[in-house]
């Protein structure tokens, strides 16, 4: 069974830090691109940022650019995303995804749960 | 930045069908993809690089993607097909997925 499970969110104030985990199983997680992509509460779908397969590349929304890194542990089977200077309107779900990617674009085809981060005073 | 536009909403009477569009730039260039959402649940994929279904998906589900539109058509509309449905594209290494139409079935 695939599965991807995340964890780390909760409430943090505005400027603090946050890092969030995904664990994957039931996949090959060492051949896959992997993505974050955040929701705010009763908002639309919002990319945020992907990895390659050895986590030597990463790209990322422009809105967190230089605040949030994201990394991976193929040993561990596990994604991460670093936040840092959270902000308000950083509050949403944040899932974690499979990616199929081409030379020119992604699809998504295994999500998680996702995982709730609320920054606010 | 690229943008992708996207009616916020769409309602059809059960087993019609569905047609939700997905606008940018020489969209058509690209690749779109489409995700289904119920509330409180986590997105799915129902069709990717233009017109492919994954294992699982109904065929009333089909995808097209020309010009400067892609669509996303539902044939023999169900109740259960009533969600949030996102497109997404790529510009250079950016993801971008359209604000979402809510598809209600009534």
């Known amino acids: 069974e695939v599965r991807l499970v995340e964890s780390g969110g909760g409430l943090v104030q505005p400027g603090g830090s946050l890092r969030l985990s995904c664990a994957a199983s039931g996949i090959p997680f060492s051949s896959n691109w992997m993505h974050w992509v955040r929701q705010a509460p009763g908002k639309g779908l919002v990319w945020v940022s992907r990895i390659n397969t050895d986590g030597s590349s990463a790209d990322y929304a422009d809105s967190v650019k230089g605040r949030f890194t994201i990394s991976r542990d193929n040993a561990k089977n596990t994604l991460y995303l670093q936040m840092n200077s959270l902000r308000a309107e950083d509050t949403a779900v944040y899932y974690c995804?499979?990616?199929?990617?081409?030379?020119?674009?992604?699809?998504?085809?295994?999500w998680g749960q996702g995982t709730l981060v609320t920054v606010s005073s | 930045s690229y943008e992708l536009t996207q009616p916020p909403s769409v309602s059809v009477s059960p087993g019609q069908t569905a047609s939700i569009t997905c606008s940018g730039d020489k969209l058509g260039d690209k690749y779109a993809s489409w995700y289904q959402q119920k509330p409180g649940q986590s997105p799915v994929l129902v069709i990717y690089q233009d017109t492919k279904r994954p294992s699982g998906i109904p065929d009333r589900f089909s995808g097209s993607n020309s010009g400067n539109t892609a669509t996303l058509t539902i044939s023999g509309t169900q109740a259960m097909d009533e969600a949030d449905y996102y497109c997404?594209?790529?510009?250079?290494?950016?993801?971008?997925f359209g604000g979402g139409t809510k598809l209600t079935v009534l």
């Open positions: 997404l594209a790529w510009d250079i290494s950016a993801g971008v």
């Open positions: 995804a499979r990616g199929h990617c081409s030379s020119t674009s992604c699809h998504f085809d295994c």
